[in-house]
């Protein structure tokens, strides 16, 4: 499954700058930006998220063939995805690109990178892999499912 994109991100990142009161003729930019580095983000997440071995399985020899009875955990960042020092160059180019510049960019970019890095670990601490993926000679042959 492919993560969101930037524009498919951008009219919720709209309504929360709008629900805060945020406005100014840099708002939509920063909605744009916004929207940007959480696709970036979500993006990384699905290429380095890993599932931490350990799933209980009911798999009796000698076939091998059952499946997973317990939940799995994913490994956190930043091996199970990125952090905020891997977050903060797109953000300050996202908001670079959007023409949002001064002296509290760079702020402002390190705290996009932060709370999209927080929101992410919270979330691989959090989700379980369900039970009940296939194995078969003791190895799994299907997908599972986040809980």
């Known amino acids: 499954m492919p993560a969101p994109t930037a524009s498919q991100i951008e009219s919720i990142a709209t309504g929360a700058l709008q629900a805060a009161g945020i406005q100014g003729e840099d708002a939509p930019g920063l909605a744009k930006a916004l929207a940007q ?18 799933i209980p399985a009911a798999a009796p020899p000698p076939p091998g063939s059952g ?18 020092s891997q977050l903060e160059g797109p953000a300050q180019s996202a908001l670079k690109a ?3 510049q001064g002296e ?5 970019a390190k705290v996009i990178a932060a709370s999209l890095a927080q929101a992410i670990t919270l979330f691989a601490a959090q ?21």
């Open 37 to 54: 580095v959480t696709a970036q983000a979500l993006t990384l997440f699905l290429g380095q998220a890993q599932i931490l071995p350990g």
């Open 67 to 84: 499946s997973t009875v317990g939940p799995g955990m994913l490994l956190p960042p930043p091996a199970g995805g990125p952090g905020a």
């Open 98 to 100: 959007e023409g949002i």
């Open 104 to 108: 509290n960019a760079g702020d402002l």
């Open 127 to 147: 989700v379980k892999v369900a039970p009940g993926i296939a194995i078969a000679g003791f190895t799994t042959t299907s997908p599972g499912t986040l809980v």
